[in-house]
Nanobody
């Protein structure tokens, strides 16, 4: 499975963006999939994860502002972001696992498939 992200860009605080992740080669079944981000000088952090039963897990910092959604018929994963803040700035990565034991956690080592990332910049 390969992951390709798109949709990043530059917006002002309070603005909105939607990130998309397309998964190719669905011969392997993706169980949990989601988004991580890394701000300049900071560690990678989990943003939102969704499993095959559409259970979701959001970071506290984005709860109520970000919505994750997957469309298995199109092999896509979207992250709808509203009311963006400067602290949302960073490189956003799509990550997935085919493990049947995925829990939807933000433990990075649980996800063995990663995209190249898409940049989100929010100015104040």
């Amino acid at each position: 499975v390969r992951l390709v992200e798109s949709g990043g860009g530059s917006v002002q605080a309070g603005g909105s963006l939607t990130l998309s992740c397309v998964a190719s080669d669905y011969s392997r079944i993706v169980t949990c999939i989601g988004w991580f981000r890394q701000a300049p000088g900071k560690e990678l952090e989990g943003v939102a994860i969704i499993d095959r039963n559409t259970n979701t897990n959001y970071a506290d910092s984005v709860e109520g502002r970000f919505t994750i959604a997957r469309d298995e018929s199109k092999n896509t994963l979207d992250l709808h972001m509203i009311n963006l803040k400067p602290e949302d700035t960073g490189m956003y990565y799509c990550a997935a696992t085919t493990s049947i034991y995925c829990t939807g956690s933000f433990q990075q080592y649980s996800y063995g498939i990663w995209g190249q990332g898409t940049q989100v910049t929010v100015s104040s």
